[in-house]
């Protein structure tokens, strides 16, 4: 059995590969100045660098997990979301509400997918 693993910490690996499957930790925007707008592009950004690099892309995504620390940011979390995901690949997805590590820190996104 192979994992082989990117951008590997203390505490946490950025990506997991196993069986063609490509497990993301959860990305969050570095930029936490920026609103849910800015920060949603952002980690959509860290989200499709990662994927490339694991042979992947947002057309493979399996599912998505989006915490958001408010719901008043659905619609706008939503907006970015629309103009980056893929028409005809939408993924399963989940959005909830939920205290972040960080109080700057708005969106948090979680990511499987297939390699291409």
Request: hydrophobic letters at 45%; glycine letters at 6%; charged letters at 20%.
């Amino acid at each position: 059995m192979e994992i082989k693993r990117l951008y590997v910490g203390k505490r946490l690996s950025e990506v997991a590969i196993h069986n063609s499957t490509v497990y993301l930790a959860g990305q969050i925007a570095e930029d936490t100045t920026q609103d849910i707008a800015g920060q949603t592009r952002e980690v959509l950004g860290h989200v499709d660098r990662l994927l490339a690099e694991s042979g992947s892309d947002k057309t493979c995504i399996l599912s998505c997990q989006i915490y958001i620390a408010d719901m008043a940011h659905f619609a706008g979390m939503n907006e970015e979301w629309d103009v980056w995901v893929p028409s005809g690949h939408t993924p399963p997805r989940a959005t909830v509400e939920a205290k972040l590590a960080d109080p700057a820190v708005l969106v948090e996104i979680v990511v499987v997918a297939a390699q291409r």
